[in-house]
């Protein structure tokens, strides 16, 4: 029975790592540190419950069912499970954050020193697609590419980064907005909440578990286990990563008081710590960050989409590498106007659909507790999906009245009656009858 070696096991942690760390997750904290101020590490640690927790914990349901989201969805039907698959790997792949890989890491790492302009982003995106394509076109490979090269370098950029932060920050910690006065933690952990990396993990699970089956791992115990033993070497990275940028935020007020965005603190504080090379620094971390996020993104709808359509594998990442350059040049700002809706309507429905598969043992029969809940929460998630496109008239006044709608979350407490009442009904039902032949 063929075991991974410790060294490969941590080539597996790493690239688990590099998946989920993308651009989002470096520019987002600093932004949040700062209006923080001295209530830092309150709004750090919420952050890091719904940034890193609910992420591991998405690994780990996957893991469980044998890292797929069909087996996830299971439970819903064969119809709705792969309506909602379907969804969730075009939005966090395709149509918004595979392109959007390519447009931030231009912005940020080659827009300084070229200008924001058309043609080099043309010329950008091409080479980096190129890339892309060249690592997402040998998934065998992924381990050793992304696990063993790319992310030891992405590492010590980042160690740099943050060790500077650390023992070299920009002033003292600062004032709180109001915002983070009144109940930081509650903040944080909204804020974190809303970085949607659970969506990602749902799409990064079957990279995952084919990385380790391409290793010569059969055993599914042993894929379950070293898959786990990935998303706890992930969540850690994550959690430094993290607590440094908070840092750094909370630490520049004086120097990028003004700025409007975790972009402009970045680059002022590394341009304020190391000057020009600050950029070129900050340069290598955001493209690397990038990369290893768009060849996962670009893997996993291939691995999917291959065993749903009649195509292969190399067919259909080609495909939808080359629709995703396309769509990197319409722009940023277009990009997220019209993903975020969509985004925002489907994670709820991931958070629930893994916290129903974790706590799988408690049901007597999985499709009475997944399908009434996961449908109260589908009409909640159009419920704030219409409202952030703006289509608020739409949606009946008693959904804005609802506890914590506030924040986005007025889903909650309608889906947690309904589990309630579902949990009940299903425990009163007792086990299914099985039939005889």
Not at 236 to 253: D, E, K, P, R
Not at 358 to 384: E, I
Not at 421 to 426: T, W
Request: hydrophobic share 55%; proline share 5%.
């Amino acid at each position: 029975m063929t075991r991974l070696k410790s060294l490969d096991l941590l080539a597996l942690g790493f690239m688990t790592f590099a998946l989920f760390l993308g651009a989002g997750n470096i520019i987002f904290p600093p932004s949040a540190g700062m209006a923080a101020g001295d209530n830092v590490w309150s709004a750090a640690f919420g952050f890091l419950i719904t940034g890193v927790g609910l992420p591991l914990l998405t690994v780990v349901a996957l893991a469980r069912v044998g890292g797929g989201m069909d087996e996830l969805t299971a439970p819903l039907g064969r119809k709705a499970g792969t309506l909602l698959a379907v969804a969730v790997y075009l939005a966090i792949g395709p149509l918004f954050a595979t392109p959007r890989t390519a447009v931030v890491s231009f912005e940020m790492g080659v827009a300084p020193f070229t200008g924001n302009e058309p043609l080099p982003l043309a010329l950008y995106s091409a080479a980096y697609f190129a890339a892309v394509l060249f690592l997402a076109l040998n998934p065998g490979k992924l381990v050793d590419s992304i696990g063993k090269f790319i992310t030891p370098v992405l590492i010590a950029a980042l160690l740099v980064l943050g060790g500077a932060a650390l023992l070299a920050p920009a002033g003292e910690i600062g004032q709180s907005t109001e915002a983070y006065q009144a109940a930081p933690f509650v903040k944080g952990f909204l804020e974190g909440y809303l970085t949607m990396d659970t969506l990602g993990a749902l799409v990064f699970g079957i990279v995952i578990a084919t990385a380790i089956r391409d290793r010569g791992v059969r055993d599914s115990s042993l894929v379950t286990r070293y898959s786990v033993i990935a998303g706890i070497i992930a969540a850690t990275g994550l959690s430094l990563v993290y607590l440094a940028l908070f840092y750094l935020g909370a630490t520049s007020q004086d120097i990028a008081g003004d700025a409007q965005n975790g972009v402009q603190i970045l680059t002022t504080y590394v341009q304020h710590t190391f000057g020009t090379y600050g950029s070129l620094l900050l340069a290598v971390v955001i493209t690397l960050a990038c990369l290893t996020t768009a060849v996962g993104l670009l893997t996993a709808c291939g691995e999917y989409f291959s065993k749903l359509l009649p195509f292969s594998y190399k067919t259909m990442v080609l495909v939808f590498g080359l629709f995703s350059l396309v769509v990197s040049n319409q722009g940023l700002t277009q990009l997220i106007s019209v993903s975020v809706p969509v985004l925002v309507g489907l994670y709820p429905l991931a958070i629930v659909l893994v916290a129903l598969s974790l706590l799988g043992s408690f049901w007597c029969s999985a499709p009475r507790v997944f399908v009434p809940t996961m449908t109260v929460t589908l009409v909640f998630g159009l419920a704030d999906a219409l409202n952030a496109a703006g289509f608020s008239g739409l949606v009946p006044n008693v959904f804005a009245h609802l506890p914590m709608a506030a924040e986005g979350l007025g889903w909650l407490a309608p889906v947690a009656m309904t589990l309630l009442v579902a949990a009940v009904f299903d425990r009163l039902r007792g086990e299914p009858a099985t039939r005889t032949a």
